[in-house]
C-alpha cells in the first residue's frame, strides 16, 4: 500500500506521476537510475514554473544557473536541504523534499535527478566571469554549442592551426567541484584551461582529463567514460563542430568557437524521459548566457549562434507545450530580436519501426471504447511507461482507463481510473492516481492528470518484469491490455487520442537489463513489414518523433541513406491523422530537413571521431544527421548566409504525399561527412 502522508509531505503535492512513482520507495525508486536509487536527497535538481524566482529558505538552499535573462516563467534551480541529525537520516526521501518544496514561493515544480555532494561547490559566485577566463582571440564568427555526453574537450579536432582550443567554454555538469565557481554545481572548464593542460600533459589526454576531473571513478555520473574508445558526446562533437580527417568533411574557419556542455551520465543515458529537463534547459540557458559573454567582451552585439542537441525521449505532449519545449521556444525568439541567426538542432528520434505510438480516432473505436495490448518483456529490469494523451482543452464527463493483466493473473490487479480529478488534491494540476497491487505489494501505479491545467494525460507505470533484484515484487510478464472506455461522452469526429511508450532499451554505458515495451494492435493483424509504412492502423510508426523536440522554432532533422536517398528505417516521423473524408493530414511538428544518417545498407552511420585524438568511430541514428545539418548552419553562418542556405527543396516540381512529407520534411540537407574515411576501418555502435 502507498503510505499515508501529511499534506506537507506529499511529494504529489507538488510535482506529477513521474516524480511521486520515481521518489517513493515504496513505488518505483528501489528500481530507478542509480543516480536517483542510491543519490542523495540533500542535493537535487528542478524545475519551477510561474513567475518568480525560487529563494533560500530555512529548510533549503537554493541556486539558480547561469541564465539568457533573468526570471524566465520556467526557471530551473538545484536545491540543498538542510535537514542534519538523526532525524534527516531517518524522515523519508520524498517526505523531506516535500517539506522544502512547501516552503519555496512558487506552485508548481518538477523535481529532477539528485546531484552528488561533491560537485557542489561551497561558493558559487553568480552573476560573474569564471576564474582564469579570457575570450577567444578574434569575434567568432559562430558559435557552435554542443549539449552531450562524454565529450573529449582535448582533442585535436577542436584545436586551431596553431594548437589553441577553439572551445571556449566547456561546463562538466556532474563533475567535482572547485571551492569556488561561477556555475551552481559542476565543473567549468574554460579554453585557457584547456589549453594550459595541453602545455603540461601533451599528448597524454587521458592524463589530462583525470587532472581535469572529467574522469573520476568515484563519481558515477563522470566515471571513466573518457577512456572508452568512442562516446555519443565525442562524435557528434566532432562531426557539428570538429575538423579531422575522420569526419572527412571541409574544415571549419578557426573563428567558429565552442562551447560545450557535458551532461550527467545517467542523464544521457538513461532515456525514460524522468529527471532531465533542469539538467538540459540549464545546458541551453548556460550557452546563450556565455555567448553574450563572448559578445559583450568585443562589441556587445550577440554572435550567430547554433546548438547541437542530439538527445530526446519518446513519449510526452508532441505539441510542444511541455515545460522544456516552452522554456527552449522563448529562448530562441528572444535571441532572434538580438541575433536572427539563432538556430536549436535535435533529432527526430530513432523509433519509428518499434511500435511505441498509436493514434486513436472516433472511427477506431466500438461502442464508445477501444483496448490496446501493451506487451512487457520477461528479465526487464527497469520501470516501464505508457502515456496516453488525450484531446487538449477538454474534460471528459465519465471517461475512464482501465488495466488488465495478462491472462492467468489474479483478477484483482484489474485496476481502473476516471480521467477526473481527485477533490481531496487541491494544489497544482488536476490529479488523481491509484496503485496497482499484487499481494498487498505495489507493482504499478495508474494515474490520471490535467497537465499544466490544458490537457489530460493518463500513465501507467510498472516495475521490472525480473523478480531477482531484491524488492520482493515484480510485474507479471505478458500481454497487458489498455482499455479507454468514453461512456456517454464520445470521442468527436475528428480529434483522436495518442499513446506513446517511452523508450526503455538498454544503454551499453549503463547495462541496465531493460527490455523495450511495445504496443500491439489486438483489433487487426498487423502488416507485413514492407507493408507497415504504408499503414494506417492505429499502432503506427507514424508520430515516434522525438517527445522534447515540436517547440515551433526548433531544427528537427530527420535521417536518409545516402545511397537510395530513402528515409532511413528508424528515422522518426510525424504524426498523420485522416480526415472524415478520409484524406491524410501531417501534424504541424513535421521534420524541417532530412540529413544523411547512413552512407548505405551496407555503411551505416557516418563516421567521425573517437574520444582520443588520432580515433575514428561511426554512429548509427538520427543524431549524427542532426549534427550533419548543424555543421552547415555553421558554415552558411560564418559566410552571412542563411541557415538552411544550400538545403535542397524535396518536392518543388510535385507536393509529396502525407506518409512522406512527415518522414522527410520538404528540405534535404547535402552530405558533409565521410569522403576522406574510406580508407580507414572504425568501430561502430548505436546513437541516441
Known sequence: MYPHRHDDEKIDTYTGPYERWVFSEDLGRPFAFPAIRTGPATHITALMEGAGSPADTDAAEVRVPPLWRANPQIMPFALKTKAVGSDAETRADDAELARCLSGLNGTRYRLNMPIDPATWPITYTEGTKPDGWTPPKAKPRVIIGVIDDGIPFMHRAFRDAVGDTRINLCWLQAARADTTAAVPFGREITGTKINDLRAEHGHREIQAYRAAHAIDRDLPEVDSVLMHHATHGAHIAGIAAGNDPFVGAKDLPEDAAIIAVQLPNTIAWDTSGFGKEMMMLSAIEYIFNRARMIADAFD?????????????????????????ERAVETLITERRKLQPCTELVMPTGNNFANDMHARISARDMTAGAYSIGWQLKPDDRTSSYLEIWLPPDTDFEGWTVTVTPPHGCSPDLVQTIAVSPDPTMTDGDPRRFVELEMDGKNIGQLSADKHLGDRWRVMLAMIPTAGNLGAGRRTPVGLWTITIDTGHDPLCAGRHIDIWVQRDDDPTQLGTGGQQSHLVDLARPKPPRPLAPLSLTPVRGFGCLNGIGTSPSTLRIAGYTQSTLKPSGYSGSASVAISTKGEVHVDANLPAATATADQGWFRP???????????????????????????IIAMNFCTGKPARHGFTELYRDAPPDALTLARTGPLRVPPVCGTAMEQHSEPSFNGV
Open 300 to 324: 556587445g552585439t550577440e554572435i550567430p549562434l547554433v546548438i547541437n542537441f542530439s538527445y530526446g525521449w519518446s513519449a510526452n505532449r508532441h505539441d510542444g507545450k511541455s515545460s522544456f
Open 605 to 631: 552511420g557516418l563516421p567521425s571521431i573517437g574520444v582520443l585524438s588520432g580515433s575514428g568511430a561511426r554512429i548509427i541514428g538520427t543524431s549524427a544527421a542532426a549534427a550533419t545539418a548543424t555543421r
